[in-house]
């Protein structure tokens, strides 16, 4: 199942009404405001394999979360300024359909991050990677990502 934006929380709420049977859920920029640890967001126990596609995430006036929620979360460029989006979130935020579109007839690499601060400053590990979106339904893994476009 994927979502985008709120779609992304209500994907997880069913997979989490199907007790884990669902085999994967891929959040597109999950929406932020109103959507606290507590309030039944999308999180990384919603299927058997949660990945979040983070394009919006920095900011007063980010759109998506800011922090990581799945088993596996993806910050394209940082998860935050999206090429040609010239500082406009929406265009940021919308950034997150488009690349996971990419994904599916093109491979996109992450690479692991130890910490956020990693993730920020583009120094994550060159050799540990994983492949971000696509069509796999049993992808395995977890951490922290950062794609670069």
Known sequence: ?????LGAHIVGMVGRSLDQKVARITGLSPARQGWDSRSGRLNNGDARYVEVIHTDSNGALGHGVNEA???????????????????????????AWKIFALSIVQNIF????????????????????????????NKRGSGLYRVNT
Do not use: A, K, W
């Not at 929620?69 to 919308?94: A, K, M, T, W, Y």
């Not at 956020?116 to 994550?124: A, S």
């Open 1 to 5: 199942m994927v979502g985008f934006d």
């Open 69 to 95: 929620i799945g088993q596996v979360d993806f910050f394209v460029n940082g998860g935050s300024r999206q090429p040609g989006c010239f500082l406009n979130n929406r265009c940021n935020h919308e950034y």
């Open 110 to 137: 992450g690479n692991h991050c130890r910490n956020r601060h990693q993730v920020t400053l583009n120094t994550c590990r060159r050799g540990d990677i994983l492949i971000m979106g696509n069509i796999q339904l």
